[in-house]
C-alpha cells in the first residue's frame, strides 16, 4: 500500500499537548490562544481536516496544512461480538494495523486500547505475544484510538472509561503512553477524569517508580498472574527481570489516590496457578495493599498450552479471596467470540 510521503514527515497534531499547540501557533506567527483554537477544534468539535478550522485565519489554516496533519487512524474493520463488544481494528499510517476493543457494561462504554504493535513480553498464555514487538506507538495513535472510535458511536453515546489493556505493554513505550495520558486528562485535550483511565503492566518495576512521580493520578493494573516466582518465571517471562517480590514492594510504594484502589488481573489456568494454596498466597502477597483482584478464566485461541478451569475452581479461588477480605470479580472477558478478549488480540502484520 503506498502512503503520501509529506504525512509520514508532517507533525500529527495529535502528538502535541494543548501548550505544544499553543507554541506551535506560535511558531507560525499566530498567537498563543490560536493553539487552544486548534485543540477546540480536534478534540470538541471532532474534526479531522485543518481547512475545516473555520475561524482560524486562512493564511494560518494554509501554512497548518503544510506542515501538520490530524492522525486519527482509519478503521479498517469492526466485529460485533454477541455480548455487545466490538473489535475495531486501526490501520496507521505505514499500514501496521492495531486493535482496540470497545466494552459496554450498563451505564459504562470502556475502551480498550493498544500501545504497540505487537508486544516483545511474550506471556506464555497471550496471543498477542506470540506476534512478537513490531513497533511502538505515538501517543497520537494511542489518542486517535480514542477518538477514531468515539466516531463510530451513536449520537448521545460516549466513551467514559479508558483502559490501556490491548497490544503492547505500556510501560515498555513509557513516553508515548505518559504523552497519552496527559492528552486524555487534560480538560483542553480530551478531558477524561483520571479515575476513569486505567493503565495495565506486566509489571516493569521501573516504569511503575517512573508513573509514580508523574502525577497523573490514573488507575494502575498489574498484570500479576501467579504467587510464585516459579510459576511467573514459566509463564511470563519478564518476571526474570523483577520477582514477584520486587514488583509488589513497587505497588506498595504506589501513591494511590484517596478511596482507589490497585487492580491485580490474574488470569486462571487449569492445573497451573488455580489452586487454593495459590489463593491463599495470593492473600499473602497483597497484605498491606489497597487491593482489588480480576479474576481472568482463561480464554482459548488455538494452538495454546493452556486451559481453563472448571467453574467450581474458578469459584473457589474467589471465595477464598472473599473471605480474606479482597474483592474478587470473576471476569468473564468480553469479546470472545471474536478474538478480541483479554490475552487474544493479535493481528496480522502487513505484507
Ligand atoms: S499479556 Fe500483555 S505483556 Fe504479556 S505478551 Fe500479552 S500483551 Fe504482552
Redesign the pocket.
Known amino acids: 500500500m503506498c502512503y503520501p510521503s509529506r504525512r509520514m514527515s508532517a507533525i500529527n497534531l495529535l502528538d502535541l499537548l494543548p501548550t505544544e499547540l499553543e507554541s506551535l501557533a506560535e511558531t507560525l506567527g499566530a498567537p498563543r490562544y490560536r493553539g487552544r483554537q486548534i485543540g477546540n477544534w480536534i478534540y470538541r468539535k471532532g474534526v479531522s481536516e485543518i481547512d475545516a478550522m473555520s475561524d482560524l485565519p486562512r493564511d494560518l489554516r494554509r501554512s497548518l496544512d503544510e506542515r501538520a496533519f490530524i492522525g486519527v487512524p482509519a478503521i479498517e474493520r469492526r466485529t460485533p461480538s454477541q455480548d455487545g463488544s466490538e473489535k475495531i481494528v486501526f490501520r496507521l499510517d505505514d499500514g501496521a494495523r492495531v486493535q482496540s476493543v470497545l466494552m459496554p457494561d450498563a451505564d459504562r462504554l470502556t475502551l480498550c486500547v493498544s500501545t504497540q504493535v505487537g508486544?516483545g513480553?511474550?506471556?506464555a498464555f497471550?496471543y498477542?505475544?506470540t506476534m512478537g514487538l513490531e513497533r511502538n506507538l505515538g501517543a497520537g495513535e494511542i489518542v486517535g484510538q480514542v477518538l477514531g472510535a468515539a466516531r463510530t458511536l451513536e449520537p448521545g453515546r460516549r466513551l467514559t472509561h479508558i483502559v490501556y489493556m490491548g497490544?503492547?505493554?505500556p510501560l515498555a513505550n513509557y513516553q508515548a503512553t505518559v504523552t497519552s495520558l496527559r492528552l486524555l486528562t487534560d480538560p483542553l485535550a480530551l478531558g477524561f477524569s483520571p479515575r476513569r483511565v486505567t493503565v495495565s503492566t506486566?509489571g516493569l518495576v521501573g516504569g511503575i517508580e517512573r508513573l509514580a512521580k508523574e502525577n497523573l493520578r490514573v488507575n494502575l493494573a498489574i498484570?500479576l498472574h501467579a504467587t510464585s516466582n516459579e510459576i511467573r518465571d514459566r509463564i511470563?517471562p519478564v518476571n526474570k527481570g523483577f520477582a514477584i517480590e520486587e514488583l509488589l514492594a513497587a505497588c506498595r510504594r504506589f501513591p494511590l489516590p484517596f478511596r482507589q484502589r490497585m487492580t491485580f488481573e490474574y488470569v486462571l489456568l487449569d492445573g497451573v496457578n488455580d489452586r487454593p494454596e495459590d489463593a491463599r498466597r495470593l492473600v499473602r502477597l497483597l497484605k498491606g495493599i489497597r487491593a482489588k483482584v480480576n479474576l481472568i478464566p482463561f480464554n482459548d485461541w488455538e494452538g495454546a498450552d493452556f486451559a481453563r478451569p472448571p467453574l467450581p475452581r474458578v469459584l473457589g479461588f474467589q471465595s477464598v479471596l472473599l473471605e480474606h477480605g479482597i474483592t474478587a470479580t470473576v471476569r468473564w472477558s468480553k469479546g470472545e467470540d471474536i478474538g478480541a478478549a483479554c490475552?487474544q488480540l493479535r493481528e496480522a502484520v502487513p505484507a
Request: hydrophobic share 35%; aromatic share 8%.
Open positions: 508486544c513480553f511474550a506471556c497471550c498477542t505475544g497490544m503492547g505493554e506486566v498484570s511470563m490475552g
